[in-house]
């Protein structure tokens, strides 16, 4: 199997992107043993090190949590909060952005006499934490949500693996929370060891994790196909893939082909798209959301230009799900327009409009689009939040038809792309109080994975992706922390109960379902 067809656009440059893939080479590594513990440095006042894992304090680069983000903010109240509630600790913040600094803020505090560290994921993707974590003292580490939620996943999934024994984590919106995990470092001033920190730190986040809430969900059906019929229809569709010059068939996902599609097909159908369409579609959008912020008429028609190409590429070519690497391809010029709305567009007339040419989610999303008879898969970089018992699953493209193209619309708004604030996406208010499925396909491996929860809200922080639909997970939460660093950071959301629906295919075909939660 082509590396890229499992991996999405993991060569396109955009550094969260870069990570969305499991097992992709070079981008998290082993996690090494972390040096024999020879006890606290010294007496007296225990110093902490506070290392921001980031690019710069002002983010000048199109990432989560967005371009022209400032962290001075951010990084001074958590300083101060911990200062005053831990008097009998010393804490020296830092920053570093990658592993060189890292190592050399390790070098520097074995004469400092530094006890331990907390690690603040700030950005995704800043691999500081490995390094810091082989000192052997105790490490905890933290997730700043909607900032660096996709490499704090991934990389503590690789910590769990290797049943890393100085490593404790954090994943919550509330300071309460982090205020309890750091208080665990008092076991390593009454002479405890890293692991007993670490399991302190555990027992800390289980017991601040609320218990679950009401998961009945609001009553939805719909006429799922036989595995048989399924099968059929998968072998029947055909993906589309756009990420650089490449051409032609590259393999297929459970049984469904995949072709490579060079950009200047795309761009050449934006270009001759008929205009009066491409107005008129813009007409719709515009009416029919709920505003319009910071996209001017020209990016909406844009949009909508992209929209009737990427249409008429599906029509010449026979396919019904297409998948770009739209950043990539925008940002190097090879495509003139943001595909976002185009996407929402196509999923809400039961077409397939998937982000960042990850051809594994669009597999998934095909799959879930025939076995709800129409029903559009929503790709998302999730963010996991125990202070509200939640994922939240981010990403600037959902449609509002989420119970298919006849089924009942719901309320968006139009807004830039977050993280680089140009062109045209989405926020789409997604309806709360149902069950929803979430999977991701792996085709070497021949697994499902796989997850259900509840929605029970939209979140509208500013941070990161536009879309951002809450739910609450069926299951263990703590489960939901461990698989990350073999699945990559993406999952396709649908709502609907397809429980039944995975485990009679995946039993028809040799698959194995793989139980997240």
């Known amino acids: 199997m082509n590396q890229h067809l499992m991996s999405g656009c993991a060569c396109c440059g955009f550094s969260r992107r870069r990570f969305l893939a499991a097992g992709c080479a070079g981008c998290l590594g082993a996690v090494a043993a972390p040096a024999a513990w020879a006890g606290p440095a010294k007496s007296g006042k225990m110093r902490i090190r506070i290392v921001y894992s980031l690019h710069e304090e002002v983010q000048a680069r199109p990432d989560w949590p967005n371009q022209g983000f400032d962290f001075r903010p951010v990084m001074n109240r958590i300083n101060q909060e911990l200062v005053r509630r831990f008097p009998k600790f010393e804490f020296l913040p830092t920053m570093a952005n990658g592993e060189e600094q890292a190592r050399k803020i390790l070098a520097d505090d074995t004469s400092a006499q530094v006890d331990g560290y907390i690690v603040y994921q700030m950005n995704c993707w800043n691999k ?19 900032g660096g939620s996709g490499g704090f996943l991934v990389y503590t999934a690789g910590f769990l693996t290797s049943k890393a024994p ?30 007993e920190f670490s399991a302190a730190v555990t027992r800390v986040r289980i017991k601040q994790t609320p218990r679950a809430g009401n998961l009945v969900c609001q009553t939805d059906t719909f006429q799922a196909p036989a ?6 229809k998968l072998k029947a569709s055909r993906i589309l893939a756009f990420r650089g010059k490449e051409s032609g068939p590259i393999g297929e996902i459970l049984g469904i082909p995949v072709e490579h599609v060079p950009f200047t097909v795309l761009n050449d159908a934006w270009k001759v798209a008929d205009k009066d369409e491409a107005r008129a579609v813009a007409d719709r959008w515009q009416k029919n959301a709920a505003a319009v912020i910071g996209v001017t008429r020209e990016t909406l028609e844009n949009s909508a230009a992209m929209y009737v190409g990427m249409k008429s590429v599906l029509r010449k070519y026979g396919a019904n799900a297409i998948t770009v690497n739209c950043l990539g391809g925008f940002y190097s010029g090879q495509i003139q327009a943001y595909p976002c709305l185009g996407f929402h567009e196509l999923c809400n007339e039961s077409l397939i409009g998937a982000c960042e040419c990850d051809t594994r989610s669009t597999a998934t999303m095909v799959l879930m689009n025939i076995m709800t008879q129409g029903r559009p898969g929503y790709i998302s970089d999730p963010v996991v939040d125990t202070a509200r018992r939640q994922i939240i699953y981010a990403h600037c493209v959902a449609s509002n038809k989420p119970f298919g193209p006849a089924g009942a619309a719901n309320p968006f708004t139009i807004m830039t792309h977050s993280e680089d604030r140009q062109g045209a996406s989405l926020r789409s208010q997604l309806p709360i109080g149902y069950m929803t499925t979430t999977l991701e396909l792996h085709q070497d491996r021949k697994e499902i994975l796989f997850h259900q929860a509840k ?16 739910a609450e997970p069926i299951g263990d939460i703590e489960k939901l922390f461990t698989l990350w660093d073999r699945w990559g950071w993406h999952r396709v959301t649908c709502y609907g109960d397809l429980k039944e629906q995975v485990d009679a295919l995946a039993g028809t075909v040799g698959w194995k379902v793989v139980r997240e939660t």
Not at 128 to 146: I, M
Not at 173 to 188: G, H, K, P, T, Y
Not at 227 to 232: K, L, Q, S
């Open 128 to 146: 500081v934490v490995q390094t810091l974590a082989t000192s052997g003292k105790p490490v905890l580490y933290a997730d700043f949500q909607y």
């Open 166 to 195: 100085n490593f404790g984590f954090v994943a919550s919106s509330r300071m309460a929370d982090l205020v309890a995990a750091v208080r665990c470092f008092e076991e390593i001033q009454k002479g405890g060891s890293p692991a």
């Open 227 to 232: 595995p048989e019929e399924t099968i059929r």
């Open 455 to 470: 929605s029970v809200g939209n979140d509208p922080d500013d941070r990161a992706c536009r879309t951002k639909l809450a």
